[in-house]
């Protein structure tokens, strides 16, 4: 029968006799019946509520007696669709069937599991109890496999696999920390299993997500009050689970163009004549650069006493709208910091008082305390008041050419447990204040500056986050080899979890160590990160143009890779704004790992970036050689810069030069690339080289090319886009590369004109035509590459032919 076909039916009133392994020994089923697309299950104790949201995402409620149904959610945007699903009636169980999961309710004893076509995915455990003791926690128990990996819980570096581990659910800044940390700036309460599931607890209380520490196979989420909700996401292979868990609480939308550039970036600049000096510094130095980024001397001249101005301090920044306009001439944009605390010493002060701004003691008066900084008040991001007031500000600020925000000190970084915001206790709003502030500035932009793609970088945040174009980053980690080990888990980790443009302040940024090894290691590694932003405290100068000869060599060639791929870079984010698959993607991604006695879970010192390369960071000083797990048995890896050819599936060690680290690229690839460009405002897709890697194993691959103008909201669902498509075919001795370009309803195609590298051509080739027709081209038969230049259409379609 379906859902509507028993929309009002009261079924099966059962004693439960409960064993030992029972959800809970004193709950027992009364009734079920369906209510639209909710399946409503009475027990003793309370109600459950089970929804599907589509076939691979199901969402689960309790609620105990005495409790009503809270049905917010700060991280669900996807509406229910109807699926089609059954109810089908045993006598020992009740189940929710939908064409992919399958929800089963046992009756006796009660419990309640999860499968996903026909194979079990996880199941209560002891379900829903309340603890006893002081403490008086919340928790909802699932039951574990043995051997079943776990991912999650936001960002940590405590190894890829994370079962074993009790995390805290409260967003806090850990300063200056190196190769571990159990408790960062995001808290997801979210878990991933091995299995492709993940399940997300939505309920941004504090609490506790316990992976299994107590080694009973148990996944526990402990909260202090709150929904009880939580949904099971399942999907085929790991892009699926991570399109339909996007696709439940928002996917990423594209970045402006020029945050894949380079970043300049320190604690801090202390005068506009600094920031002018460094500029013009990576000018001279034809370092490209497309943004810098000011710290808080930008509204005072001392770190104490000032926060909360959040007006230009005309002392050390005589003109800013002129030192703005200049720079955006050279291609250059301007961020600014901004806190969420206004000190009582601040020239705001009186003003955020005034307009109710700020988060409040219980009679109403700003609750005032001391930190750091000062003596603060906290915006209230959660009331009217204090988005309307903290938003005029933003506002004001990027009429006058401010072109993207930097949201520090987020978490919030102190955050008294009996403040009162608007939208409940510190405790219910301290691990979703930053999400919050996040939204208030993508809000404001829908609102007022529509046509703009908004630039927000933020230390904390919460599921979903990724939906308001959030770009995260890891928080003050110290400058230290340890530093950098830990930041390819934190960055994969958040990517499993949405927020796929996690990175590092590269170079490391706590404490004042000189190390040029590691800064140049650091900065190689962020070629093949979301986002290339060396920072660090101004001690040790953490720009490239600053740095000593050797170390400004390899930092400038590290920058101006990142520029080259910026075609490749450019549709990769393009993938993640449509899918949900991240930049950064773990091996796991690729295979189980099975075929080569090789654990992938646990690998993050090696991971892809994108569809195309594998990167190994090089994170210990001194390296000479570097050990690489090459995933897909039987498949091919090359060398990115000598074309070596490696064979998938296998665990090997390579040699490491200083000039970069190990990256490679998969058979079948195509990479299309740019010359580097000063800055991006100079950059185009007008001439471009097409990289394919071609191996006898690879019979057909596919590629693409997306480009627009950098700058538009929402520029491909407005059809103002291109999107070139490549194509290969090889067989009976003949490989095809096909070019096909369409462009969106909105946008106008201009020529371009491509040079074809085809890597990996033992021999020369006995012919090459373009659309039948014989195509010049040159054969390198000691670096086994042909080049060939195609001619430049507007709209291109073509085939090329490739007789070997």
């Given at each position: ?24 020994a004193a709950r027992q089923l009364e009734s ?325 701004a700020l988060a409040t003691r219980a009679d ?201 791929l910026l075609p490749y870079n450019y549709t ?233």
């Amino acid at each position: 029968m379906t859902l509507k076909s028993i929309a009002s039916l009261v079924l099966l009133t059962l004693l439960a006799a409960a064993p030992a392994f029972a959800q809970n020994a004193a709950r027992q089923l009364e009734s079920f019946a369906a209510n639209g697309n909710t399946l409503e299950i009475a027990v003793s104790d309370g109600r459950y509520l089970i929804k599907p949201y589509s076939a691979t995402v199901v969402e689960t409620t309790f609620i105990p007696k005495g409790e009503q149904y809270d049905p917010r959610s700060h991280a669900v945007v996807l509406a229910p669709v109807d699926v089609a699903a059954t109810v089908k009636d045993s006598a020992t169980q009740v189940e929710l069937v939908t064409p992919g999961i399958t929800v089963t309710v046992d009756k006796k004893p009660f419990r309640i599991a999860y499968r996903y076509k026909g194979q079990p995915l996880v199941a209560e455990k002891a379900g829903y109890a309340r603890k006893a003791g002081q403490d008086g926690l919340e928790a909802i128990e699932f039951a574990l496999a043995d051997g079943e990996a776990l991912y999650g819980a936001g960002a940590r570096a405590v190894g890829m696999n994370r079962r074993g581990n009790r995390f805290q659910l409260y967003n806090k800044a850990d300063y200056g920390y190196g190769n571990r940390s159990q408790l960062l700036n995001f808290t997801i309460p979210m878990a991933l299993s091995s299995k492709r599931y993940a399940i997300h607890f939505d309920n941004p209380g504090t609490g506790w997500l316990d992976f299994d520490s107590r080694k009973d196979g148990t996944l526990r989420y402990e909260v202090t009050g709150g929904r009880k909700t939580y949904q099971v996401i399942a999907g085929d292979a790991w892009a699926d689970v991570m399109a339909n868990y996007t696709s439940l609480t928002g996917r990423q939308p594209l970045p402006p163009r020029w945050a894949f550039g380079n970043f300049a970036s320190r604690f801090g600049y202390r005068s506009e004549a600094e920031a002018r000096k460094t500029v013009a510094k990576f000018a001279a130095e034809k370092i490209p650069l497309d943004a810098i980024v000011l710290d808080l001397y930008w509204f005072g001249k001392e770190v104490k006493g000032t926060m909360g101005n959040l007006a230009w301090d005309k002392r050390t920044f005589p003109d800013p709208q002129g030192m703005m306009k200049d720079f955006a001439r050279q291609g250059v944009k301007t961020i600014l910091i901004t806190e969420p605390f206004v000190l009582t010493t601040s020239q705001r002060w009186q003003e955020a008082v005034a307009q109710k701004a700020l988060a409040t003691r219980a009679d109403g008066s700003p609750y005032t305390y001391d930190f750091y900084f000062g003596n603060t008040g906290l915006v209230d991001l959660t009331s009217s008041a204090g988005r309307d007031w903290f938003w005029n500000i933003y506002k004001d600020l990027a009429q006058q050419g401010v072109a993207g925000w930097w949201g520090d000190l987020g978490e919030p970084e102190v955050h008294p447990s009996d403040l009162r915001h608007a939208g409940g206790s510190a405790d219910e709003v301290h691990n979703v204040y930053g999400h919050e502030w996040a939204k208030l500035i993508a809000d404001g932009y829908r609102k007022d500056f529509p046509g703009q793609r908004p630039f927000i970088l933020m230390r904390a945040g919460y599921s979903g986050s990724q939906r308001f174009g959030m770009i995260p980053w890891s928080g003050d980690v110290g400058r230290s080899w340890g530093g950098l080990q830990s930041q390819m888990e934190i960055a994969l980790q958040m990517g499993m979890q949405g927020m796929g443009y996690m990175h590092s302040d590269l170079g490391g940024f706590a404490g004042p160590v000189l190390d040029d090894e590691l800064y140049a290691r650091w900065l190689q590694y962020g070629v093949f990160q979301p986002i290339f932003r060396p920072h660090a405290q101004e001690e040790v100068a953490p720009e490239p143009v600053y740095r000593a000869p050797r170390a400004k060599q390899l930092a400038a060639e590290a920058v101006r890779l990142r520029y080259a791929l910026l075609p490749y870079n450019y549709t990769t984010a393009f993938d993640n704004s449509q899918t949900g698959l991240p930049l950064m993607r773990p091996v796991l991604f690729e295979d189980s790992g099975s075929e080569s006695n090789v654990d992938t879970g646990a690998i993050a010192t090696t991971y892809l970036w994108g569809d195309s390369f594998l990167v190994a960071p090089v994170t210990e000083a001194g390296a000479t050689r570097k050990e690489v797990y090459f995933p897909n048995k039987g498949a091919a890896w090359f060398d990115f810069f000598s074309g070596e050819r490696h064979r998938g599936g296998i665990l090997e060690t390579v040699d490491v030069v200083a000039e970069h680290i190990p990256v490679f690229v998969r058979a079948g690839a195509f990479v299309p690339m740019t010359q580097p460009v000063q800055s991006t405002k100079d950059y185009s897709t007008a001439r471009i080289d097409l990289h394919y890697w071609h191996d006898d194993t690879v019979k057909q691959a596919a590629g693409k090319l997306y480009d627009d103008d950098g700058t538009t909201a929402g520029a491909f669902e407005a059809g103002r886009y291109e999107l070139a498509r490549f194509a290969s075919r090889f067989d009976a001795g003949r490989l095809r590369i096909g070019i096909a370009t369409e462009t969106g309803k909105d946008y106008a195609a201009k020529p371009r004109a491509y040079t074809l590298h085809v890597h990996n051509v033992a021999a020369r080739p006995r012919a090459v035509t373009l659309d039948g027709k014989p195509l010049a081209y040159r054969w390198d038969g000691k670096r086994r590459g042909l080049t060939a230049l195609l001619p430049a259409k507007t709209a291109l379609a073509a085939e090329i032919v490739v007789s070997l």
